[in-house]
């Protein structure tokens, strides 16, 4: 597989990892029970029916959660850790047999790609929680289980769409981060002035 291909599996599962965890390895290892995705062998745990079963049982249960208003914004606290790192070890499974240094770059890739995704999402609930009515909440919640299975799905069988597909989501996510720390800033200006 090219390079272009191994960064479209690697970005886009950590991409979707920082969104929803529990679909992502779902999708890996549906993926790779039904043979559409090859996984090295260290990571064939993810085929197996206990992690299968457990990643689909988890995913319904943050499939209902993501749709009650503040229990979501509370779910996405307690998985600010587990996404990233879990981003890490789902890039670590595109590679195949690599050095312990392109390892560790990937992991490092992996999870920081999906702690930017986890952020972007965790801030979009938080505001969407502030308006006054639920359907925002929903409408947010089925885009995402949507993104989340459409892009496992390019990473599996188009993974250079995949590639590019990411490469736009993540431009478009630091645009808005630069975008809201401008915003901050001048705020934060404003702000001094009057204060003294």
Not at 24 to 42: D, Q, Y
Not at 61 to 71: G, L, Q, S
Request: glycine letters at 8%; hydrophobic letters at 55%.
């Amino acid at each position: 597989m090219d390079l272009i291909a191994v960064l479209g599996r690697t970005l886009g599962f950590s991409l979707a990892a920082g969104v929803n965890i529990y679909a992502t390895v779902a999708v890996i290892g549906l993926a790779s029970r039904f043979g559409w995705m090859t996984l090295p062998p260290a990571y064939r745990a993810f085929d197996s029916d206990v992690v299968i079963g457990v990643a689909i049982t988890l995913y319904l249960i943050e499939f209902v959660a993501d749709k009650i208003p503040y229990v979501d914004s509370l779910w996405d606290v307690v998985h600010t850790a587990i996404r990233p790192i879990g981003g890490a070890l789902v890039a670590v499974t595109t590679l195949g047999e690599a050095s312990p240094t392109v390892i560790g770059l990937t992991a490092l890739l992996g999870g920081t790609v999906a702690a930017g995704s986890h952020l972007t999402k965790t801030s979009t609930r938080a505001l969407a929680n502030a308006s006054p009515e639920p359907l925002s909440n929903w409408i947010l919640s089925l885009l995402e289980d949507a993104f989340v299975v459409g892009l496992g799905y390019l990473a599996v069988q188009y993974p250079r769409a995949a590639f590019v597909v990411a490469v736009v989501v993540l431009v478009g996510i630091g645009v808005c981060a630069v975008t809201i720390l401008s915003l901050v800033r001048r705020w934060f200006a404003r702000r001094r002035p009057a204060a003294a």
